[in-house]
């Protein structure tokens, strides 16, 4: 099945106008020359509709707290202050962005999105300007806020506890998967501690459904189809500019 875009440039309200802008300067044609490809049309297919949040000054303060509890859930746990700094660092840019939308469910944070304003394409395609840096990074798209929703619709029906939420974060954050791990063994026995405690809580707070600890990790498997960037750029870009926000991240877990 094809899931690409069948939206064609052709589908521009007025393609006569955007091909007499775009090459207004053609005496340099390396340096000025608007490219079309890298610009979000007004594409109606979730895969290639941006978006944004619709109420940013207060879903993005609700995020912004959300991110800070769980940075510092890693903080707290004695375990993960055990293994070497490399080894953080990269099981915190593995699972940062998961452990978030794991905060996000259990916070219910929920939001809304509009179409990205069309506005800002026109000024860049008026101002004949290069590639922005906004515009190398990847835009929220509706597909991938869908996928995100999903997600979260799917753990509010489970109804975690706050144990289930606890030691299904075990589970996120110590990944014997992450590649180039010193302490790859030791992390792989804290996550199985975790996969049995969260087990065990379930199996305590639900002693008449067998089936809830496979669920409860199907679900959790629709963590890694999201990805980073979509958190990032939808959650937090409107507050952090132009920093990198793993950087940020890293500064917030290894302040002592």
Known sequence: MDNGCHCSAESLSNPILFKILSQMDNSKPNQNSFNYNSVPHRCNCELRRTVCLKRPSEICKEASAVLVKTIQFMKNLPAFNQMPPNDQFSLLKSCWAPLFILGL??????????????????????????????????QPTMAGVSKLKSCLKKFWSLDLSPKEYAYLKGTTIFNPDVPDLKAALFVEGLQQEAQHALRDVVQLLHPGDQERFARVLLTASMLQSITPSLISELFFRPVIGQADLLELLVDMLFCR
């Open 105 to 138: 469910a259990q916070e219910h944070v929920d939001f809304e999105v509009m179409d990205t304003p069309a506005d800002s394409m026109l000024k860049k395609i008026l101002l004949n300007r290069q590639e922005s840096s906004e515009m190398e990074r990847d």
